[in-house]
Nanobody, 123 residues
Framework: EVQLQASGGGLVQPGGSLTLSCAAS????????MSWFRQVPGKELEWVSS???????SYADSVQGRFTISRDDTRKTLYLRMNGLTHDDTAVYYC?????????????????RGQGTQVTVSS
């Protein structure tokens, strides 16, 4: 059974940093693209970043240069390091597994998604 459990969210001041983690089980992490998405209440789900088979990465323009996605295949964990956080980054963040090895940037493709973790950027 595929399971994804995101953690690491919280309250942070503007300009601060957080690292989100996503513990995965039930599949071989390195064989699939994995992504982070986020959602603000009342708005659509937004793609944030993906890491593909072979470890190629991609980022939404809004987070490029501030966020870093990585993966530890041994620990079966996906990470999202977020620096320079702004109010616009406030959202529930979800980790997700793709059915494919490569994720098309900007799309919302996934076959499993974990429960989210809340990130609030506020002074």
């Amino acid at each position: 059974e595929v399971q994804l459990q995101a953690s690491g969210g919280g309250l942070v001041q503007p300009g601060g940093s957080l690292t989100l983690s996503c513990a995965a089980s039930g599949f071989t992490v390195s064989r699939y693209a994995m992504s982070w998405f986020r959602q603000v209440p009342g708005k659509e789900l937004e793609w944030v970043s993906s890491i593909n088979f072979g470890d190629g990465t991609s980022y939404a323009d809004s987070v490029q240069g501030r966020f870093t996605i990585s993966r530890d295949d041994t620990r079966k964990t996906l990470y999202l390091r977020m620096n320079g956080l702004t109010h616009d980054d406030t959202a529930v963040y979800y980790c997700a597994k793709s059915a494919k090895r490569w994720h098309v940037p900007g799309t919302l493709e996934y076959d499993y998604r974990g429960q989210g973790t809340q990130v609030t950027v506020s002074s």
